[in-house]
């Protein structure tokens, strides 16, 4: 399923920079421009990896173990979104993610690509479109290795380490989610 | 059926409440004699409680199990609670209480579902299944004699009771019958865990008491999946700890029974049930949580675990001799030594 997605996902990354090439050769011999459209630290993943941090439990010596330092990065992924002018209504956006990772879990860097462009009905309205696609940026959650004494040493989820679920079965409950792969945004100005 | 070798060493099976063991004198004058007779004179409502087919064990249809309970109770451990996530309460783990399930005596108990008129067999299979709601609970009546047998996976075996008879004997002395025979063994080779109520006459386990000995406590001394369970007043937690219970058996002197002793809390106030009768389904229900978490651990494995991670310091003036191991603490139990 995740190979299948991946697919889908570059197929359609492999589409916007076609399209991206395509109006820019159009604009060939024509100046172009690169702005900067947003950087921001941060993203829904960052936070859903900082909760994780949440909790903790006693070990067999009774010993609290706390899950913050094991889901507190030093680094939080920081995005930066550029849109490249290639005609005065069309655009390519572009832009990537730095990732983070602390020692259970990583974010991968990301790569985001799309275009923009838009057309004025009338002279008093603009309707623009744009689409991204991002490749990378999936959040994944590392398992740890618990020892159980003459019970044996499993590899676990860390949060459930303590808990009644049978170690093999906590391995389900690591955290693996993707970043929005695909942003489809339009948007009709009226100016009067 | 007990085949004895002396005439006089014949053990009586005996109920480990405590409102029970008030009565030790007439208890036994109860359990003697008519205790052999009873597969022969039971009524047909008490046969219905009893095995059929010549199987060891039977599950009563006419008394129903409180399966559906799944609450953590005032009377239980704050740690049942903080260990009871999603899913695994003692599931694919079958415990097997060897107790009364046909006798008249009966006597009113709480656990926190109503007032109930219940026989002591069904009090203590109730308290198992509520501590473990998804373990399978066998009920065997222990009047039968006949031998106890296992089933697929891991298995406990509770005994909330005793095997008095005069002291003085050893236990090869004893001829013991089928059912005891089999636990025994069964603790011996470790091929299940047996959780043995220590006892109600506030003397060290196996201690004469009224000229009196439990042979049963005698026989799984040194075996590797005996654990002995005394009875605390109340749960204890470091800020208010607990103490033995006054009419609890203790560990004694023995390193061979400090080492296989745990206590838990039995809060006779908030149930109106005292005795280490219902200390002892306690650790059952322990050990078949932590066998539905340990999936491929063995008895021997499970026993180790309950007993290397009880408490002491939930404990007022923890002494070894007192308190064995210390308390039972489920949630260390189901905690890794170490993690990274």
Same mark, same amino acid.
């Given at each position: ?192 | ?201 506030? $003397?060290? =386990?196996? !201690?004469?008491?009224? %000229? ?6 005698? &026989?799984? +001394?040194?075996?590797?999946? /005996? ?36 206590? $838990?809390? =039995?809060? !006779?106030?908030?149930? %109106? ?6 200390? &002892?389904? +306690?650790?059952?229900?322990? /050990? ?53």
């Amino acid at each position: 399923m995740r190979e299948r997605s991946n697919i889908g996902v570059g197929l359609c990354a492999a589409a916007l920079l076609s399209c991206a090439l395509l109006f820019a050769s159009a604009a060939t011999a024509q100046e172009w421009t690169t702005s900067l459209v947003d950087i921001h630290q941060g993203s829904p993943l960052s936070d859903r990896a900082r909760g994780l941090g949440n909790g903790g439990y006693e070990l067999q010596s009774g010993s609290w173990v706390s899950f913050t330092h094991w889901y507190h990065a030093s680094w939080v992924d920081m995005h930066v979104d550029l849109l490249t002018q290639i005609t005065p209504d069309t655009g390519i956006l572009w832009g990537f993610g730095t990732g983070e990772q602390a020692e259970k879990y990583r974010i991968e860097p990301s790569l985001k690509l799309g275009f923009l462009t838009q057309i004025h009905p009338n002279p008093n309205s603009t309707l623009s479109l744009s689409v991204t696609s991002t490749i990378g940026g999936g959040l994944n959650e590392k398992p740890c290795e618990a020892d159980y004494g003459d019970l044996g040493t499993y590899s676990v989820n860390c949060r459930l380490a303590a808990g009644m679920t049978a170690p093999e079965e906590t391995l389900k409950y690591l955290v693996s989610a993707k970043p929005e792969t695909m942003h489809l945004w339009l948007n009709y100005r009226l100016t009067f | 059926m007990n085949i004895i070798s002396c005439p006089n060493s014949r053990p009586s099976r005996f109920p480990l409440n405590w409102g029970m063991r008030l009565g030790v004198a007439a208890a036994f004058a109860i359990l003697w004699a008519p205790m052999a007779s009873a597969q022969e004179v039971l009524s047909a409502d008490e046969t219905a409680a009893l095995c059929h087919g010549g199987g060891s064990i039977c599950v009563s249809a006419r008394i129903p199990v409180a399966r559906t309970t799944q609450t953590v109770q005032n009377w239980m451990s704050p740690d049942v609670g903080a260990a009871w996530a999603a899913g695994y309460k003692g599931k694919g783990v079958t415990i097997t209480m060897v107790d009364d399930f046909s006798s008249s005596s009966r006597f009113y108990g709480n656990f926190g579902i109503g007032t109930q008129y219940q026989r002591h067999g069904e009090w203590t299979r109730e308290e198992a299944s509520m501590i473990a709601p998804a373990a399978t609970i066998r009920s065997k009546d222990f009047s039968t004699g006949t031998a106890v047998s296992l089933a697929r996976g891991l298995n406990v075996l509770n005994l909330s009771y005793g095997m008095y008879t005069t002291a003085g004997y050893s236990t090869s002395q004893i001829g013991w019958a089928p059912e005891e025979s089999s636990i025994i063994s069964y603790a011996t080779k470790g091929s299940a865990i047996v959780s043995k109520a220590a006892g109600n006459d506030s $003397v060290a =386990v196996g !201690g004469v008491t009224g %000229g009196q000995q439990d042979y049963l406590d005698l &026989a799984l +001394i040194g075996k590797p999946t /005996a654990i002995f369970v005394g009875a605390l007043s109340t749960n204890g937690t470091t800020a208010n700890k607990a103490q033995l219970a006054w009419y609890s058996n203790y560990a004694g002197s023995d390193p061979a029974v400090q080492s296989h002793f745990l206590v $838990v809390g =039995v809060e !006779g106030d908030k149930t %109106g049930l005292y005795g280490t009768s219902f200390a &002892a389904p +306690i650790i059952s229900g322990y /050990a078949a949580i932590i066998g539905s978490k340990f999936t491929k651990a063995t008895p021997v494995q499970i026993t180790n675990d309950l007993l290397n991670t009880a408490r002491t310091d939930t404990l007022v003036n923890y002494d070894p001799s007192v308190y064995g191991k210390g308390e039972a603490s489920l949630s260390r139990a189901l905690a890794p030594v170490a993690i990274h």
